[in-house]
């Protein structure tokens, strides 16, 4: 199971993070791209828990990514 999460935690950071090859993503693009990945890529329960973590703190989310200094698209 740890693995799944970190999984998830993985490809999210992947797609909401700038890449010399890319631009990131926006967070909610980044959400909306492990839901269309779970069942196939990700193990859905932990993409279902993910996103409602986000969702339920995704003020707190946004200040984290300002506070770092992570470009937010």
């Not at 990131?24 to 069942?39: D, M, P, Q």
């Not at 973590?53 to 506070?67: F, L, P, Q, S």
């Amino acid at each position: 199971m740890l693995s799944c999460i970190i999984s998830v935690a993985d490809a999210f950071d992947a797609i909401t993070s700038e890449r010399s090859y890319k631009q990131s993503k926006s967070l909610n693009e980044g959400i909306e791209e492990l839901n269309e990945c779970k069942g196939t890529q990700f193990n859905p329960r932990v993409v279902d828990v993910f996103s409602r973590a986000y969702y339920r703190n995704k003020e707190a989310v946004i200040e984290i990514h300002k506070d770092m200094g992570i470009k937010i698209s």
